[in-house]
């Protein structure tokens, strides 16, 4: 025999486990804080957040791709509820100024920006539910 060894080859399979290097396992002690990616429909939520002051409750969004021989983008149609005096007067607020809004959004561009449907409820409990479309072109 060319070379002879007395060390026991399959010794690693009979191993501790803390005895085996992993390369993709992260360091014990360690923790790395990682943010998620953003993506483009956190950033249309986050966007009409910051003119309601965070007033308003996200029910439901709806993002649809879309592309005409020019442009290609994308239409969002999120409905928030707004519960209570000073939520609704926020709510108001958006209706007044989201077509005007000059929205900075990351390699789009908006297009339109309307308020389709407000559902305002008096009572107890006053209530104003808002569904807001906008269209987003993609910049470049």
């Known amino acids: 025999m060319l070379t002879e060894t007395l060390r026991d080859p399959l010794a690693h399979l009979n191993a501790g486990f803390d005895q085996i290097?992993?390369?993709s396992a992260p360091l014990l002690g360690v923790t790395r804080?990682?943010?998620?990616?953003?993506t483009l429909t956190d950033?249309?939520?986050?966007?009409?957040?910051?003119?309601?002051?965070g007033a308003g409750t996200?029910?439901?969004?709806e993002e649809k791709a879309w592309a005409s021989?020019?442009?290609?983008g994308t239409r969002h149609e999120v409905v928030l509820e707004f519960c209570g005096?000073?939520?609704v007067?926020?709510?108001e607020e958006l209706i007044e100024k989201l077509p005007d809004h000059e929205f900075t959004l990351p390699g789009q561009l908006v297009a339109d920006a309307t308020i389709t449907k407000?559902?305002?409820r008096f009572g107890a409990m006053e209530r104003l539910e808002v569904t807001a479309v906008l269209l987003l072109l993609e910049e470049g």
């Open 21 to 23: 290097e992993i390369k």
């Open 33 to 38: 804080f990682q943010r998620p990616r953003r």
């Open 43 to 53: 950033r249309v939520r986050s966007a009409l957040q910051l003119i309601t002051g």
């Open 58 to 61: 996200v029910l439901s969004h």
């Open 69 to 72: 021989i020019t442009f290609t």
């Open 85 to 87: 005096p000073e939520a």
């Open 89 to 91: 007067a926020a709510g």
């Open 118 to 120: 407000a559902d305002h």
